[in-house]
């Protein structure tokens, strides 16, 4: 199975820093059909958790442009620039390309 | 709008059998995939099975032989059978829609308590 490495385990940021995770693949994620299919997820306290990011960069409806996903191969990364209140919770990457479908550990993000 | 609700027992007794549900709207089941994730309390997300929209299915191959997921397309329903379950299986269940490789809708969850 993909293992799915995320750094750090938590993080504490100040109100309109910039946090910044790494999610780090046991093997590439790149499919034959050219794409790579890593996302980001974060779960809310309390909630479901809800898609951010899509095949490595892509934000999704609705998701607000200070959330930019890069990365490619085995290694990704997650940047929050001026991160604001409600981002709060944990993130979680997560592989489509390889069978088993795995999730990463998570990383709990706090407000300073 | 699109939604996904979740419903099951809550409590099961060890060695039992898990049924749960999966009730949709919005959407149908042959254009899209559904899936369930699970997540212990205090823990991570664990991805369980799949069925896409053609019908055909996946699970999570430290689950499989305890797993069944089907779907009843007339009642836009997705079902998933657990079988003998041990207090691991303790956990929030959660389906969530699969659009062209990753989930664009999940429902509130269904929290699940394997005890005697």
């Known amino acids: 199975d993909v293992v799915l490495t995320q750094t750090p385990v938590s993080l504490s940021v100040t109100l309109g820093d910039q946090a910044s995770i790494s999610c780090r693949s046991s093997?590439?994620?790149?499919?034959?059909?050219?794409?790579?299919?890593l996302e980001w997820y974060l779960q809310k306290p309390g909630q479901s958790p809800q898609l951010l990011i899509y095949?490595?960069?892509n934000r999704f409806s609705g998701v607000p442009d200070r959330f930019i996903g890069s990365g490619s191969g085995t290694d990704f990364t997650l940047k929050i620039s001026r991160v604001e209140p409600e981002d709060l919770g944990v993130y979680y990457c997560?592989?489509?390309?390889?069978?088993?479908?795995?999730f990463g550990s998570g990383t709990k993000l706090e407000i300073k | 709008q699109v939604q996904l609700k979740e419903s099951g027992p809550g409590l099961v007794q060890p060695s039992r059998t898990l049924s749960l549900t999966c009730t949709v709207s919005?959407?149908?089941?042959?254009?899209?995939?559904v899936s369930w994730v699970r997540q212990p309390p205090g823990k991570g997300l664990e991805w369980i099975a799949a069925?896409?929209?053609?019908?055909?299915?996946d699970y999570n191959s430290a689950l499989k032989s305890r797993l069944s997921i089907s779907r009843d397309t007339s009642k836009s329903q997705v079902l998933l059978k657990m079988n003998s379950l041990q207090t691991e299986d303790t956990a929030m269940y959660f389906c969530?829609?699969?659009?062209?490789?990753?989930?664009?809708?999940w429902g509130q969850g269904v929290m699940v308590t394997v005890s005697s």
């Open positions: 969530a829609r699969w659009r062209l490789g990753h989930f664009d809708y």
């Open positions: 919005g959407f149908s089941l042959t254009s899209y995939g």
């Open positions: 069925i896409w929209s053609g019908g055909s299915t």
């Open positions: 093997q590439s994620l790149e499919y034959s059909d050219g794409y790579t299919y």
């Open positions: 095949e490595v960069s």
């Open positions: 997560f592989q489509a390309t390889h069978d088993p479908l795995t």
